[in-house]
């Protein structure tokens, strides 16, 4: 199957996964927090990939390549599973939360936070044009060099320093208290996910050690 055959089968998928896990919880598709969070994620998911596939498409072909069975390092594979499975508990919660009435958040707050969802989309829309070899799996390829310009020159990862930023303001973006800790339990994961691939990079991407050396922080400017 060429690349734009499996691109466009994701994009056709993409929609249906993402409503059930929203609308089937909530029980109704009266759920404007919901319409306006698919709004805003799939339209980053169409425009990027789209952009992508026309500009560096060998950067597509390695963000297709993603889950636990893509990964070549045990500890990624353990972490990518306790990934899928905390993201799938998550989103099932604004749903319920909305069915049941449990959270009364303000529309200033959901507003704020659906914009601050989609500052950590383009962040790593910025991190995927700084480095095409922004892959989906912890990888080193032969011809891998370090990056060090635009959002690498602040942070040495600032893809998931976007996914953070979308994560933790998701459950506020679809007017949920009661799903935060369970979207703040992804971080730790990430974070174990950052830990375990500067590990892989120090070892295999020459170079890598010296530029870690040279940009101090690992996901949050001034902070770690």
């Known amino acids: 199957m060429t690349l734009k055959s ?7 998928f993409m929609p249906v996964v993402s409503a059930t896990f929203l609308f089937l919880p ?4 009266r759920f404007w927090q ?6 805003i994620s799939l339209g980053f998911a169409f425009s990027t990939f789209a952009y992508f596939y026309k500009h560096d498409p060998e950067l597509v072909e390695r963000r297709m ?12 594979k353990l ?5 899928a499975v905390t993201l799938v508990i998550a989103f099932l919660l604004p749903g319920l939360d909305h069915r049941f009435g449990w959270s009364h958040s303000p529309l200033w707050l959901t507003i704020v936070a659906q914009a601050l969802v989609m500052s950590g989309l383009l962040m790593i829309f910025w991190a995927f044009k700084s480095n095409s070899f922004a892959a989906a799996t912890i990888q080193v390829e ?18 998931y320093l976007g ?3 979308w994560f933790l303001f998701t459950p506020l973006a679809l007017g949920s208290y009661f799903a935060l800790p369970a979207f703040a339990l992804l971080i730790p994961i990430i974070v174990l996910r950052l830990i375990n691939e500067e590990k892989v990079l120090r070892q295999e991407l020459p170079g890598y050690s010296e530029y870690c050396l040279r940009t101090h922080f690992r996901l949050v400017p001034f902070v770690w």
């Open 26 to 29: 909530a029980g109704s598709f």
């Open 79 to 83: 972490i990518m599973k306790a990934l």
């Open 142 to 159: 032969p011809n891998q060099k370090v990056i060090s310009n635009g959002p690498y020159h602040i942070v040495r990862h600032p893809m």
């Open 6 to 12: 499996r691109l466009v089968h994701r994009l056709l």
């Open 34 to 39: 919901g319409w306006a969070y698919l709004i």
């Open 163 to 165: 996914a953070n930023v």
């Open 65 to 76: 390549k993603r889950g636990s069975r893509q990964e070549t390092v045990r500890e990624q």
